[in-house]
């Protein structure tokens, strides 16, 4: 940018605090003290693409859930997550009382951290990008695995894959040895052990509950004291792939709870190129994927979405 050109306008948002960064789906605002507030939308983006139509409660489902699996990972793994329910986010941050109607029940006040530069990816089936890679040279991220695998069959065990955290564009599988040269050897053996065993919880939770959770994706950051912390969104329908155990069958794709429904849509559009402008989502669309959202919800905490009683990060790991 030369001297003569007006520095670019740094994007907004809706709360009186700076705004540090706008994605496709969560703002990140610095709210002093060393906190942050992350708040979820109903914004859905597919492609790459943020999508016209939002999806009513996707921003309580990403950021609810996260925190009902934070409480019941309390003592196992430190976390960014200090507050969800809105009294106590304002005992911290008075100044956000007055604007409750913009974050509350979106919004989660967390720890600053340093976020590291790898997504730690656990796959648990054969599924989306891992099952291109693979039908392609029999390879997850450069790794082979055996011989004559099926489309969304479990693998011998559940794989640590890591992936790039692509700022624009899609995240690209990369081997172990990646993870090392990105953060060195001992941490990333931590990140890799971490991820399987909050995996491995995950998958047994969910499977109490009638669901598999054929993969997910954790990310880490590290305070200003020096600690690693499971950061961002945790088991989310967002970052995860669910499936209902009960119509499960492996050879092809499965029925995922999450945005599947709008991604099927666009994937049929012969005119669309996947690129901006996006279309508009029919109704039923949008409908498909809200009950996909509020089904996993409620399969997995056991509450409709609006009768969900918010937790306490005081109350210890929850059942």
């Known amino acids: 940018m030369s001297a003569s050109e007006p520095a670019p ?14 994605g496709k789906v969560r703002e990140l605002y610095d709210v002093g003290d ?12 597919a492609f790459d693409v943020v999508l016209p139509q939002p999806i009513p409660g996707k921003g309580q489902v990403l950021t609810l859930l996260t925190a009902w699996w934070l409480q019941r990972f309390q003592g196992q793994v430190p976390h960014h997550l200090v507050a969800v329910r809105p009294d106590e986010v304002e005992a911290r941050v008075p100044e956000l009382a007055s604007h409750r109607d913009r974050w509350a029940r979106r919004g989660m006040l967390v720890r600053k951290t340093t976020p590291l530069p790898v997504e730690c990816v656990v796959r648990g089936y054969l599924a989306g990008s891992a ?8 390879t997850l991220a ?9 489309e969304s069959g479990p693998l011998p065990s559940p794989l640590f894959s890591p992936a790039t955290k692509a700022t624009e564009g899609h995240d690209e599988n990369i081997p172990f040895q990646g993870v090392v040269d990105r953060v060195g050897r001992s941490r990333a053996a931590r990140l890799r052990d971490t ?4 995996y491995a919880r995950g998958a047994q939770v969910a499977a109490e509950r009638g669901l598999l959770l054929a993969d997910t994706k954790f990310e880490f950051g590290v ?5 690693l912390r499971l950061i961002d969104e945790v088991l989310t329908p967002d970052s995860s792939r669910y499936w209902p155990a009960d119509r499960y069958a492996p050879g092809g794709p499965q029925p995922s709870l999450d945005k599947q429904p709008i991604r099927d849509y666009l994937d049929d559009l012969e005119d669309w190129p996947k690129e901006p402008p996006p279309p508009d989502l029919p109704p039923e669309v949008v409908q498909a994927a809200e009950e996909r959202y509020r089904e996993v919800f409620r399969r997995l905490t056991g509450w409709e979405l609006e009768a969900y009683p918010l937790p306490s990060m005081d109350e210890g790991p929850g059942p």
């Open 195 to 198: 991820s399987l065993q909050l």
């Open 34 to 45: 060393d906190l942050l507030l992350l708040v979820a939308s109903d914004r859905v983006s």
């Open 142 to 150: 450069g790794e082979p695995l055996p011989p004559d695998l099926e």
């Open 9 to 22: 306008s740094p994007p907004r948002g809706d709360l009186p605090f700076p705004l540090i960064r706008k």
């Open 223 to 227: 305070d200003a004291a020096g600690e």
């Open 131 to 138: 099952w291109k890679e693979y039908r392609k040279s029999g």
